[in-house]
């Protein structure tokens, strides 16, 4: 069959059908380019209000991996006919305020009935066409850099059986409230080779789709990696979700692991996340000044590896 999308064909489209990235960017002229992305999921947690802010925090994340700044968002949602309206309205309400902190606006969307209710968005953003970040350029001698601890999914997982700590919960919930946009600005200071973040595929996924891109090898040490209250004991316990094994099934054959690093150990580094932290590959010059604006600034941080020559991951104890 003929190929109708060929990338030569759309010069102005910079990342999309060519190498898939974390979004689409669309260059508008020598200044501005769009960044197009959306994301949708059902309920992770029992509060409505939390439920849509977490999703909207999660969809706008992709904005903030490519380096830009979310404008617009539209809704994309599906409830049961018989939901309440007023679970509805807080679904919506926790999207559109999370969408206003982030400094844009909701501009309607689209609803479906479903028996199970799915909230998200399609997310618009901005960015200069020469500050695009994707996951293609790590360097060998890069430092890699994480935003925000793991361990959501476990967490909400166990919640769900209910056998998660309250505090756990809490704490797990307010990482996912939290919008990645003050390190998407401090990163867009420096010069970035390439960033993504951690989201459905888990932190390994992710990790592999920079290394295979960017055509290098990513080396992890386990005990610099930060994790959630409580993750480390539920993934004693094995309450991992489904989509841990899938993970580790598509993405097992690209990763090595050291012999003293746990079974329980890497599932954990398989299970997906939600609106999870920025993991951003740069030069250690580089690094030596992102690391001084996080710090003024109290964004939270952790040097969790390396980028060497090769391909594949490789976890370290």
Not at 19 to 45: G, W
Not at 76 to 101: D, H, M, Q, S, W
Not at 156 to 172: E, F, I, N, Q, S
Request: with cysteine; hydrophobic share 45%.
């Amino acid at each position: 069959m003929q190929n109708l999308f060929r990338p030569e064909d759309y010069p102005a489209l910079l990342v999309g059908l060519e190498v898939a990235d974390d979004a689409a960017v669309y260059r508008l002229n020598e200044e501005l380019a769009i960044i197009q992305t959306l994301d949708f999921f059902t309920p992770i947690v029992d509060d409505p209000y939390e439920y849509g802010a977490i999703a909207a925090a999660n969809a706008m994340s992709d904005v903030y991996a490519m380096g830009g700044e979310v404008v617009l968002a539209l809704n994309i949602a599906a409830f049961p006919p018989n939901l309440p309206t007023e679970v509805i309205a807080e679904i919506l309400r926790g999207g559109a305020e999370k969408v206003a902190e982030a400094g844009g606006v909701i501009a309607g969307g689209h609803t479906i009935d479903d028996e199970e209710p799915k909230y998200g968005l399609v997310a618009m953003g901005l960015v200069h066409p020469d500050r695009i970040t994707t996951k293609a350029g790590a360097k060998p001698g890069d430092v890699l850099v994480l935003t925000k601890p793991l361990g959501v999914g476990i967490i909400t997982t166990a919640a769900k059986g209910d056998v998660a700590d309250p505090t756990h919960l809490r704490r797990a919930v307010e990482n996912m409230l939290t919008l990645n946009r003050k390190a998407a600005r401090l990163m867009q200071q420096v010069s970035v080779h390439a960033a993504t973040d951690i989201t459905g595929f888990g932190f390994l996924g992710h990790s592999a789709e920079m290394a295979q891109k960017s055509g290098v090898g990513l080396r992890f040490s386990v005990d610099r990696l930060p994790f959630l209250d409580g993750a480390l004991e539920y993934a004693e316990s094995w309450l991992f979700p489904g989509g841990a094994c899938r993970n580790q099934e598509f993405y097992l054959p690209g990763v090595r692991f050291a012999p003293d690093v746990s079974e329980e150990m890497q599932m954990l580094l398989f299970t997906p996340e939600t609106s999870g932290g920025l993991l951003i590959s740069l030069p250690p010059t580089e690094w030596e000044r992102l690391r001084a604006l996080f710090d003024a600034e109290h964004q939270p941080y952790w040097p969790v590896g390396e980028v060497v020559e090769g391909e594949g991951i490789e976890v370290l104890p």
